[in-house]
């Protein structure tokens, strides 16, 4: 068995969780010999006798290979943070999931993605405001990501799934532990249609601490999120906090001050927030993400000019170019970078995601980037 094959295993274990999974990793204890380990080895990196002596009885050949039998045969795929086809957006968060397991569309992972969030108990002019936004972004082409819950992001998943640019649903529970139940229709839409994800392995049920788990995913597989109406300790509020732990922009659609609903996304709007009125608002945001008229490729294309650069043509912005022919010469630091290009912080950022995105560069540990 390969690495992979290790990490899934571990990731099945009940109990095991990100930081012992981080420890594993950094010990140089993911590889063959797991199987091998003794209650005394996984103690000596740091794990607790309990984790230890459950790892030292459960982790064995046979038993990963019946968990890859129950995914199979729930027809439910698995992602790990070592394969290529892993989101480098999720990948550049400070704890990237281990394993995703999704049902769909994996090519969506890929995609210019925005996180739409909002209240469980919507007024009717969230619900409107939410189908609105949604169809109008997943039809320019951006893929709407939510949680799959009541409300709003019920809402949005079931207005942007017929449009090009689709939805991911990402789930707080096990693929087989449908919550709420009375989604189980619109998951079924979006597992043919778009895409449904986990890092939940199959069995977990719902719980309380596992939602914020899952709005960092939201967060993290997207370059925005957008809080459509929430109050003042709507869940929502967490995804958009973790999406300025990311570095990714957050956006608040405003509604009336004398409604509770209105009061988180208002209170974000003061805080800094980017105050939406119509899609147009965050569309101009992606514009260099979005399908170009008469063109439906948005790939990178690079010529050779003949002296040995690089030309690169118009699918990048001029900053983007900027940047892509200064990793060119070579990798460079966050710091570098910042010196080199004569970019703010802010905007240098949006501009490597962006190039992220687009498979024109790559990131190194230690905040460094290279050109692909």
């Avoid at 990963?64 to 790990?80: C, F, G, N, P």
């Avoid at 529970?173 to 998951?187: A, F, H, S, W």
């Amino acid at each position: 068995m390969n690495n992979r094959d290790v990490l899934f295993g571990l990731h099945e274990v009940e109990g095991i969780g990100w930081k012992s999974i981080d420890k594993i990793c950094k010990a140089g204890f993911l590889s063959e010999k797991a199987f091998d380990c003794k209650p005394e080895d996984w103690e000596r990196i740091g794990l607790t006798p309990g984790m230890s002596t459950k790892l030292a009885d459960v982790l064995t050949r046979d038993w990963v290979k019946l968990r890859r039998s129950v995914m199979e045969t729930a027809r439910v795929s698995m992602i790990t943070v070592f394969d290529d086809r892993y989101p480098e957006l999720l990948r550049e968060t400070s704890q990237p999931p281990w394993v995703l397991y999704y049902r769909g569309r994996v090519d969506l992972l890929q995609a210019p993605g925005i996180a739409m969030v909002g209240t469980r108990v919507p007024t009717a002019y969230g619900r409107k405001v939410g189908a609105v936004l949604a169809e109008e972004l997943a039809a320019s082409g951006l893929t709407v990501i939510s949680g799959l819950a009541r409300g709003i992001d019920s809402i949005c998943h079931e207005a942007a799934v017929g449009q090009s640019g689709g939805t991911v649903a990402v789930m707080a529970t096990g693929m087989d532990k449908i919550y709420p139940p009375e989604n189980r229709e619109l998951l079924e839409r979006i597992s043919r249609e778009g895409l449904v994800v986990t890092e939940y392995p199959i069995g977990t049920k719902s719980h309380p601490g596992l939602f914020p788990q899952r709005n960092r995913i939201i967060a993290g597989l997207t370059l925005g999120t957008v809080v459509v109406e929430a109050d003042s300790r709507s869940g929502s509020l967490i995804t958009a906090d973790a999406a300025l732990e990311a570095g990714r922009d957050v956006f608040a659609v405003p509604g009336p001050i004398t409604s509770p609903k209105s009061r988180g996304a208002l209170e974000l709007i003061k805080q800094g927030a980017a105050l939406v009125t119509s899609a147009a608002d965050i569309k101009s945001e992606y514009a260099s993400f979005l399908p170009q008229s008469g063109d439906s490729s948005s790939n990178l294309e690079v010529n050779n000019d003949g002296d040995g650069g690089l030309c690169v043509e118009k699918n990048l912005t001029s900053d983007e170019s900027r940047l892509y022919h200064i990793l060119h010469q070579g990798p460079c630091s966050l710091d570098e970078l910042l010196e080199k290009s004569g970019l703010d912080f802010g905007h240098l950022h949006s501009v490597l995601l962006s190039l992220i995105i687009k498979k024109a560069v790559t990131s190194l540990p230690g905040a460094v980037y290279k050109v692909i």
